[in-house]
């Protein structure tokens, strides 16, 4: 039998490269031939989901197929996330991914039924959602620094609440905490609604919200707003320091945000494709204008900027975890 030459396997290995980049590329241009599913692990109503809805009509728009939102509700997201982990990678089955499923979770669940890293294709971070420290009315606190010097002279009577363990309103609070030298003590619930109706009650002393949530609340005058948990003040409360300003702790932030993730070995092709068309979509003014009335503000950044955020966030909120000793249960 006669020896294959090394440029003869060179050629043949170029070739197949070359019918693969061409296949891929077909692919991406009859993409999308059908309905697109993006699965959200929250119930509907929320930010997450009125994100998915806002985008997905728009694709809808664009490409003339169906974008569907599905609700997969249970055991904070991982359901949802772990359905979209084990779907065919053809960019027809995508996931909404908050932080929390993207760079929280892992360190959370002992089992986890993905792996954000391994099972995902970063798609692009469709938005950031802006939190915001809030008290009941009826709270003395006036503000941020009032209810720091409180907390200060009297340890541990202060409380916070949270839709659950291991979720952004409890790292957040936790971060805040050890920023600021206090001692507050958790106060779970299962879900928003719950924690946010002892807030009112002045159950309990405060919560870290989703602004999209807290501000009707805040605008009746049932909550009092005493820090955003972001780098800057927020355009629908310019009057509320940010967290770093009213308590003094530079660089503060605790920011809700939401990524377009596909199952890995999606062609890239069909990712990039996916990408461009949801970034462009985000900064269109009628769509920046739906999101920014949800606390949002469009992204719309790249595959790897998004891996990047995963990877910046995940050490980030793993500290943040293990230092407080926070776990799901």
Known sequence: MRAVSGSLLSGLALLALHAGAARAADAAADYPARTIKIVVGFSAGGAPDALARIVGERLRQVWGQSVVVENR?????????????????????????????????????????????????????????????????????????????????????????TPGAGSLAHLAAELFAKGAGLQIRHVPYRGVSPALTDVLRGEVTMIFAQLSTAKPLIDAGQLRALGIASGARSALLPEVPTVAEAAGLPGFEAVSWYGLMAPVGTPEAIVLKLQREVARIVHLPDVKAAMEAQGAKPVGGTPGELAKLIADDTARWGAIVREANINAN
Do not use: C, H
Not at 140 to 156: C, E, K, Q, Y
């Open 73 to 161: 509700v249970g055991a904070q997201g991982n359901i949802a996330m772990a359905a979209v982990a084990k779907a065919s990678p053809d960019g027809y089955t995508l996931a909404l991914m908050p932080v929390g499923n993207a760079a929280v979770n892992l360190w959370l669940f002992a089992d986890l039924p993905y792996d954000p890293v391994r099972d995902f294709a970063p798609v692009t971070q469709i938005a950031t959602v802006e939190n915001v420290l809030v008290i009941g009315a009826q709270q003395p606190a006036g503000t941020l620094a009032d209810l720091v010097g409180r907390g200060r002279a009297a340890p541990s009577v202060l409380t916070y609440a």
